[in-house]
Nanobody
Framework: QVQLVESGGGLVQAGGSLRLSCAAS????????MGWFRQSPGKEREFVAA????????RHADSVKGRFTISRDNAENTVYLQMSGLKPEDTAVYYC?????????????????WGQGTQVTVSS
């Protein structure tokens, strides 16, 4: 089992940048595929990015491609989401998630563990 704690959210102006962190505790962080999802009021939780166990293979949603980058540091048990060129439509609660099965997936129900989320608000 793994516990996940997100940090780094906040209020930023459009065009600005933030870096989200997700610290994992528990066993074998390096064995988990990690993902970021987001949810805004009245909307379904949506996929943002995912990264494989080695940190080499990544996948990003089309809506964030070229602006957001997922990465991980297995020595620090942490996964990151670097966000730049932020837009008001990026406003949401951002969640970190872990998946025991090694294939990358964009489906939220395929992830086994979730953090509590961190709020990102982008003002226009």
């Amino acid at each position: 089992q793994v516990q996940l704690v997100e940090s780094g959210g906040g209020l930023v102006q459009a065009g600005g940048s933030l870096r989200l962190s997700c610290a994992a505790s528990g066993r074998s962080f390096a064995n988990y595929v990690m993902g970021w999802f987001r949810q805004s009021p009245g909307k379904e939780r949506e996929f943002v990015a995912a990264i494989d166990t080695s940190g080499i293979i990544t996948r990003h949603a089309d809506s964030v491609k070229g602006r957001f980058t997922i990465s991980r540091d297995n020595a620090e048990n942490t996964v990151y989401l670097q966000m730049s060129g932020l837009k008001p439509e990026d406003t949401a609660v951002y969640y970190c998630a872990a998946r025991r099965i090694l294939a990358l997936t964009t489906t939220s129900t395929s992830y086994d563990y979730w953090g509590q989320g961190t709020q990102v608000t982008v003002s226009s």
